[in-house]
Each structure stands twice: as C-alpha cells, then as structure tokens.
C-alpha cells in the first residue's frame, strides 16, 4: 500500500490534524515524501488543520472545558492561532458546559468545604476554566433550588 493509499485510508475514518497523519505514516516512506504528499493532500483539501480543529471541538462539546481542548490540540500539532480561533465559541459555552457536566454529577450544593474542594477538582479535571469552575460551584446566577 503506498503512503498515499495509507493516508487517504485513515482520513476516510476521521479528521486528522497535520503532525499526527504525518506521524502515522513517518514508517512509510522518508520524510521529504511524507512531507510533499501532505502538502499535496492539503492542497486538494483533503487534509485541515482547522476541520480536525472543529471536529474535536464538536465532539467534546457539553462534556469538556476549552481547557482541556487547548491542551489537546496543541498535543495534536494544531498551530495555536488555529486553535485560538476555533475555541472562542467553546470558551463562550464553557459556563452553560459547566453547569450541565456539575448538575449530571452533583445537583447540590456542596455541604463543606470538603465538598467543594472535590467539586472543584472533578470540573478543574474535566478542562474548565478556573472562574467558571469557581462560578458553577459557587452557584452564582444559578439558583440551587430548581
């Protein structure tokens, strides 16, 4: 199979960003090859940096913080100001992603500190910024007794 045939394969299943096709096929032909066929491949528009960008955004909506997002992408390859541009919509639906993920898990207000250390933490994890992070558990603008 040639490195062409291989790389078409794997983008036929999914979106890839440039550095982790370009990973995926290092065994497949020498680096000036690899290098040209992804140029080619972004040429014809096969192969976007910005579509993988948005593909991970999409289906890590409602579940994950711009946060983690960034950090996901960046291990990706994907240049940040690609990044940049593509998670300013999921930095505006951080606090509503919030606040679903807290209500799914906890749907109380937290009784001690304890508590709300440990909330903190399961939303710090989950990739959200540490205002809204401080602003879901705090409960502000959202009222506890739904």
Do not use: C
């Amino acid at each position: 199979m040639t490195a062409r045939a291989r790389a078409l394969n794997l983008l036929a299943r999914r979106e890839h960003s440039r550095a982790e096709l370009a990973r995926k096929l290092a065994g497949h032909g020498d680096d000036d090859e690899i290098a040209a066929l992804l140029d080619d491949l972004e040429r014809e528009n096969l192969l976007s940096d910005r579509r993988y960008a948005e593909a991970l955004a999409h289906s890590r909506a409602g579940r994950h913080g711009s946060v983690r997002l960034k950090a996901e992408l960046r291990e990706k390859g994907v240049a940040d100001a690609v990044a940049t541009e593509v998670l300013a919509d999921a930095r505006a639906a951080d606090i509503d992603a919030a606040r679903a993920v807290w209500r799914k898990k906890f749907d109380r207000a937290p009784a001690d500190a304890a508590e709300r250390a440990r909330q903190m933490r399961f939303l710090a994890a989950r990739g959200f910024p540490a205002e809204v992070v401080r602003r879901v558990v705090a409960g502000a603008g959202d009222d506890w007794e739904r």
